[in-house]
């Protein structure tokens, strides 16, 4: 066999000899790129197929066929002018999905009676971490027909969180100011409030589903738009984490508006969320008419009654059930 040959360096090549080691080092970075980028667009597209899947098992339809549905006011970006965006919507509500019809089990009493347009949904708060607003937004659109999107009003301490706000932007929530909601509402929207705020979540487990003080906030917003309340009694998530005291002076120096102490965070796989079964309970419309402005004492009296309604609503679905877990 005839050796073979080489054929001689070029110039430029005999001149820098370095020259195309360099050459083969950049050619091999740009595969290594090109590599990446594939792996990436593959795992991005079997992420994307999963959660149709997911999503096309729970609803029974696809997830585009259902979001159809949903009146949404969409611009040239794709996104709606709070920054919703079906994309990400669809990824969210394929992991709630399973939170909802597998790990929960959430049972949901009253959906027909939500009326259509704007509505203001006011739950108790139930729960260290927002599990519950998941369910109910999960609830109103998986469960409801037509299905509806729920605006979750975010307290503004959360948004200041790394990668937070754009998330909850991307999903559809807001942050909890009376701009916002009203704007949300002109649409026809369906907000979500838990007029407990952080008490509702520094709670301990002996005060489990004691609903405590109301703002009066959500109130003003009702009658100021017209729009009517609908009372929303959450029960199954006051013992998925067991907090046995608030440390305030830690949540204080944290600038949070609580730091539950939980035991069951220490120990291995506590960090999960118990499996109790959720269950979700949707009460009467409640119109309440007078002056956004009225002192605080008139706006309070109207506050009890949703309160006392709700507090009636939480004890009788607690009444109802015959144990935490099933």
Do not use: C
Not at 120 to 148: C, K, T, W, Y
Not at 156 to 167: D, E, I, Q, R, T
Not at 251 to 279: H, N, S, W
């Amino acid at each position: 066999m005839a050796p073979q040959i080489s054929p001689p360096p070029s110039p430029r090549q005999a001149e820098h000899p370095g020259g195309t080691r360099a050459l083969l080092r950049l050619d091999s970075f740009a595969r290594g790129v090109r590599g990446a980028a594939g792996l990436i667009g593959r795992a991005f597209t079997a992420s994307e197929r999963a959660a149709e899947e997911v999503l096309e098992r729970f609803l029974g339809e696809t997830f585009g066929a259902r979001m159809a549905r949903v009146p949404l006011s969409l611009g040239s970006g794709g996104v709606d002018p709070f920054g919703l965006d079906p994309q990400w919507a669809k990824y969210a509500m394929a992991m709630v999905a399973i939170l909802h019809r597998k790990y929960f089990r959430t049972e949901v009493h009253g959906l027909t009676q939500v009326p259509a347009g704007r509505v203001l949904l006011v739950a108790n708060h139930s729960g260290q971490i927002p599990i519950d607003a998941s369910l109910i937004a999960a609830a109103m659109f998986m469960d409801a027909e037509p299905p509806r999107v729920v605006r979750a009003m975010v307290e503004k301490w959360a948004v200041g969180l790394p990668y937070v706000s754009l998330v909850f932007s991307r999903i559809g929530q807001v942050v909890g100011v009376q701009e916002n909601a009203k704007r949300l509402l002109a649409q026809g929207e369906a907000l979500l409030v838990f007029p407990e705020g952080a008490r509702g979540i520094a709670k301990t487990f002996d005060h489990r589903y004691r609903l405590t003080e109301f703002g009066l906030g959500f109130m003003r917003l009702a009658i100021e738009t017209d729009t009517p309340i609908v009372p929303v009694a959450v029960v199954g998530g006051e013992e998925q984490y067991v907090s046995i005291a608030n440390f305030e002076a830690l949540a204080r120096l944290l600038r949070m508006p609580a730091f539950p102490i939980i035991p069951q965070l220490l120990v291995p796989g506590g960090q999960f969320p118990l499996p109790t079964k959720y269950r979700l309970w949707f009460g009467e419309p409640m119109r309440f008419a007078g002056d956004p402005d009225d002192d605080d004492a008139v706006i309070d009296a109207k506050v009890w009654l949703v309160k006392q309604t709700l507090q009636s609503m939480v004890n009788g679905a607690l009444a109802q059930r015959q144990h935490v877990f099933w």
